[in-house]
């Protein structure tokens, strides 16, 4: 599904081209999505397939294969609208670390310190690279959804070190 809301959103934004809706999700998300390649493709033919998107153009540049550029159509935007609701209705809210955080005891105090110490490391630079980004990327016109992100990131990322902090480890 985080695919399928992915591809669509930068859509609903403007028209682009597979290897555009790449770039954009690495520009904007980084390592905070591992989206593949070659499934960009597949949800792009699943959403041609099922009448969201169409193809509306080619770009060829000298020497390379010709590019499909594909445009969100009205239907596209109301499944769009349907998956939102659906995401945010039925997904629960955690995060990867619960996990380990659930069987953390498993640890020594020793351990259990170093882990602290290297995850306020990571998430201070973290912290730092989004807060360059959220000044130095000031949103584009049509292009606000990477600053939703960023700023929603710093929040959490703000919140898990002072959470670490307070432990008594």
Known sequence: MKIEITILGLLMEENLYGYEI????????EDYVDIKF???????????????VKRVGTEKDSGNPERYIYEIMPNGKK?????????FDKT???????????????LTDDQKKQFIEQRLSMLREKLDAIKKKI?????????LSYHEIFTYLEH???AEMSWLKSLNW
């Open 22 to 29: 790449k770039k954009k999700i690495v520009e904007r998300l």
């Open 79 to 87: 499944h769009y609208k349907k998956l939102l609701k659906q995401y």
């Open 156 to 158: 959490h990322l703000k």
């Open 38 to 52: 070659g499934s960009i493709y597949y949800a792009i033919k699943k959403a041609v397939d099922n009448g969201w």
């Open 135 to 143: 000044e130095d990327e000031k949103p584009r016109s049509g292009e």
């Open 92 to 106: 629960l809210i955690h995060f990867d670390i619960d996990i380990v955080l659930m069987f953390i005891n498993y």
